[in-house]
C-alpha cells in the first residue's frame, strides 16, 4: 500500500468526523438536482464483455428510472469508471467514485477478483455497495454495507455437482481450475466437495493462470486419467481455448462449468468444440414470464442485441438499490443499507431476490448447453 494512501484515509476519516457524513458535500445530498450512482466495471480488457453486459443493463434500468421520474425527485447520475480488467484498478477507481465523485453508492462488479478489492474501500466510507455477479463468499463478508444479486459459489458449485451426477451421470471427473482467480479457486471447492459428497470421484486435478493460451500439457495430463467430465471453472476467455485444445487431442467427454463462461465471446473462441458442453448461470432469455420478456424487449430496443445474464444482474442491481431509496425515501447510507438488507421477494429479472443474513440473494439457477453455437436452456434449479 502507498504511503500516501494511509495519510489520504486519516485526512478523509478526520473530515468525514468532524463533519458528521460519510461522504463529501459535493454527492447527492449537497444540494443538486442529481442522485450520483457510482458504478465500476471491467469495459475494456480480458473480460470485457463482462462489464459491457452488466454496465449496459445498469444503465437501461437508470435510463426507466429516469424516464419514470427518477428517484425523491432527482435524476439519477450513473458515474461509470472503466478498471480495464486489470488488479489493482477497482481499488483507484472506487476511492475516485467516492472520493471525488461524491457517490450515494456503488454498482459493481462481475469479477469476485476485483469486487474484492473495491468492497473494503466501500465498508470503511460506509457506502452501500452492490455486486452485479460476483458469486465468491468473500465478497460480501467485507462488511455490512456489501450485497449482492445473484447467487454464491457454494450453491453455484452443488448445483453443477448434482447436475454431473444427476443429469450428465458422470462419475468420474477431472477439474481444471484458474489459480489467479478467486472465483475459480472457490467455485472448483464447492463443485469438488459436492461431487464426491454424491459419490463422485476427482480423479485428476489440473490449473492454469487467467490469461494463459496453451492448456495442452494440463489437458494431455487430463486425457491420461481417462475422466468422464471435466470441469472447469473459468472464465470465457480461456474456456473457449480449453475446449478447442481438448478436442484437438481427441477428448472427446463433455466440458461444463459456472456462469463466467457466459460471454458473446465465448463461442466465437471455442467454436465447435463447445458443442454438448454445459454451464450454470442465472438467467436466460428464454424464459417466458412477462418481466424477463418486457426486460429483453427493452433491452433490444435499446442495444440491437440479446442480453446475457450479466446484463440481467447489472439490471437488477440498479433496481434493487432504486427500490431501497423509494422505501426509505432518503440517501442515509444507513437506511439504504438496512433496507437492501431486509429485501425479500424483490421480483427481479433474474428471478425472486431475497437478502439472507450475509447480504447474499437465495435465488434459483439456470443450466445452459451449448447448441448449434447458441446457450440453450435445460433447467432451472432452485436453492
Given amino acids: ?47 470485457a464483455t463482462f462489464g459491457q453486459s452488466s ?20 435524476k439519477i447520475q450513473l458515474l461509470t469508471e472503466d478498471n480495464q480488467s486489470q488488479a489493482g484498478q477497482s481499488a483507484t477507481v472506487v476511492r475516485k467514485l467516492i472520493s471525488s465523485d461524491g457517490v450515494e453508492a456503488i454498482l459493481g462488479e462481475v469479477a469476485s477478483s476485483r469486487s474484492l478489492e473495491a468492497a473494503p474501500i466501500c465498508q470503511q466510507n460506509k457506502i452501500p455497495m452492490i455486486s452485479p455477479s460476483s458469486t465468491n463468499p468473500k465478497v460480501t463478508e467485507t462488511g455490512d454495507y456489501i450485497f449482492r444479486v445473484c447467487f454464491i459459489d457454494p450453491f453455484q458449485g452443488t448445483v453443477m455437482a448434482n447436475f454431473a451426477r444427476k443429469t450428465l451421470k458422470l462419475q468420474n471427473v477431472a477439474v481444471l481450475t484458474d489459480v489467479k482467480s478467486d472465483y475459480s479457486l472457490g467455485l472448483a471447492k464447492f463443485f469438488k466437495a459436492g461431487f464426491t459428497a454424491g459419490g463422485g470421484k476427482i480423479i485428476a486435478e489440473q490449473n492454469y493462470s487467467g490469461g494463459d493460451k496453451d492448456f495442452n500439457a494440463q489437458l494431455t495430463s487430463i486425457k491420461a486419467a481417462n475422466p468422464d467430465g471435466i470441469f472447469v471453472p473459468g472464465y470465457y476467455t480461456e474456456v473457449g481455448l480449453i475446449a478447442l485444445q481438448a478436442k484437438q487431442l481427441g477428448i472427446a467427454v463433455p466440458i461444463f462449468g459456472g456462469d463466467g463462461w457466459e460471454s458473446s465471446s465465448l463461442v466465437p473462441i471455442g467454436g465447435a468444440a463447445l458443442e454438448g458442453d454445459y454451464f450454470s448461470t442465472h438467467f436466460s432469455p428464454q424464459d417466458t414470464s412477462p418481466a424477463v420478456q418486457n426486460f429483453v424487449k427493452g433491452y433490444k430496443a435499446k442495444y440491437n442485441e ?9 439490471y437488477d442491481s440498479a433496481m434493487m438499490l432504486a427500490e431501497s431509496i423509494k422505501k426509505t425515501s432518503s440517501t442515509d447510507a444507513v437506511k439504504i443499507r438496512d433496507a437492501l438488507a431486509a429485501e425479500k421477494d424483490f421480483p427481479g429479472v433474474t428471478g425472486n431476490i431475497t437478502m439472507d443474513a450475509n447480504r447474499n440473494a437465495s435465488k434459483p439457477a439456470v443450466i445452459l448447453e451449448i447448441k448449434d453455437g447458441k446457450f440453450q436452456y435445460v433447467e432451472t434449479v432452485s436453492p
Fill in 306 to 314: 440479446t442480453p446475457d445474464a450479466m446484463a440481467a444482474l447489472g
Fill in 1 to 47: 500500500m502507498k504511503t500516501w494512501h494511509g495519510h489520504f484515509l486519516a485526512a478523509l476519516a478526520a473530515g468525514l468526523f468532524l463533519t458528521g457524513c460519510n461522504k463529501p458535500p459535493t454527492g447527492s445530498d449537497a444540494g443538486s438536482d442529481t442522485l450520483k450512482i457510482g458504478e465500476f466495471a471491467s469495459l475494456t480488457g480480458s473480460e
Fill in 55 to 74: 454496465h449496459k443493463g445498469t444503465q437501461l434500468a437508470i435510463d426507466e428510472l429516469n424516464a419514470g421520474g427518477g428517484l425523491l425527485g432527482k
